[in-house]
């Protein structure tokens, strides 16, 4: 852009030059070279603070990580890869054996509690027993309740289903594998449908001209000489370069973080799921604060800038 910007203008210096038959010596070229330094400077430098871009911008995703909550060995998975599923569709499901067994056990036992404890009841209104052990039958009885609950959720997890609507990708669990409740190891990792979002790092100097509202277009490098409208949906309020974790380390400027990108929520007109990209696609992003009147003239030079990007994209093939 700078380099069409700068030809335009020594092209139109010449036409200056010839139509009014300026001398060309030291003074004219200098006061030329030196206007042209001012008025190209000044506007891209207007147009940078005022319509900033960025090269950083990447369509965001959440996943789940599926990690069981009982141990055993997989007998199924019906669930196939990258293939939209609804809350609550199985995943995978764990033999159940041991877990049926446990509950039956626990029902047999909450069975007997409560046999014993009308037994007891009745031998207390016949012949005056003990209420002592009428409490304690009632705690058994409770107890095996709470068992028994704990037990069948045991069962229950063993059918591993959906959290929510989406599709499953990275499926690393067979049939025959043991599934163990371990948080580092997922069985498989779960798209959470509806959640891509288009979030461009802006440098901080322009952050300040960024507002929700303001006019966006992003290109994309799979879309060449395609532009796609939209609008600033937020400015996010935290950068992860100013996150403190909880630890025993104070806070220390002597480690070199870099300076960090402020990021920006872009709302495109055109759903993304309509756009048939992969999640995780890189894209160029321009703000354009026109709607304040900052520098509206300035605009026209993004706008150009960026379709002359998305155009280069065809000449990206390998």
């Known amino acids: ?187 498989m990792t779960f798209v959470n449908a509806d959640t891509a979002t288009l979030i461009a790092g802006f440098p901080q100097e322009p952050s300040s001209n960024i507002h929700p509202g303001d006019e966006a277009e992003a290109v994309f490098p799979a879309y060449p000489g395609m532009t796609f409208q939209g609008h600033v949906e937020k400015v996010l309020p935290v950068m992860a370069e100013g996150e403190l974790k909880p630890s025993q380390d104070m806070v220390s400027f002597n480690r070199q973080l870099p300076a960090g990108l402020v990021p920006v929520v872009i709302d495109l007109d055109k759903n993304l799921s309509e756009l048939g990209l992969p999640l995780g696609i890189d894209a160029d992003v321009a703000v354009y604060g026109v709607n304040k009147g900052y520098w509206s003239h300035a605009s026209i030079i993004r706008r150009i800038l960026l379709r002359m990007i998305t155009w280069s994209h065809f000449l990206r093939f390998h």
């Open 1 to 187: 852009m700078e380099t069409l910007m700068l030809l335009t203008y020594a092209a139109l210096c010449w036409a200056i030059f010839k139509i009014f038959k300026i001398p060309v010596n030291k003074w004219s070229l200098t006061t030329a070279v030196l206007g042209g330094v001012v008025l190209i400077g000044h506007l891209l430098m207007g147009m940078a603070y005022y319509h900033p871009a960025s090269r950083q911008a990447r369509i965001f995703y959440i996943t789940t990580q599926i990690v069981p909550n009982v141990r055993g060995k997989v007998i199924d998975v019906p669930v196939k890869p990258n293939t939209p599923i609804k809350k609550g569709d199985v995943l995978f499901r764990i033999d159940p054996t041991p877990y049926k067994a446990k509950v039956d056990e626990i029902k047999a036992l909450l069975a007997f509690a409560k046999k014993r404890l009308q037994d007891v009841i009745k031998l207390r209104k016949r012949a005056g027993g003990s209420k002592f052990d009428i409490e304690e039958y009632k705690k058994q009885v409770a107890q095996y309740k709470a068992q028994l609950a704990d037990a069948m959720f045991d069962l229950e997890s063993c059918t591993v289903r959906a959290p929510s609507d989406g599709y499953v990708t990275h499926i690393r669990v067979r049939p025959g594998q043991m599934a163990v409740p371990f948080p580092f190891q997922p069985m």
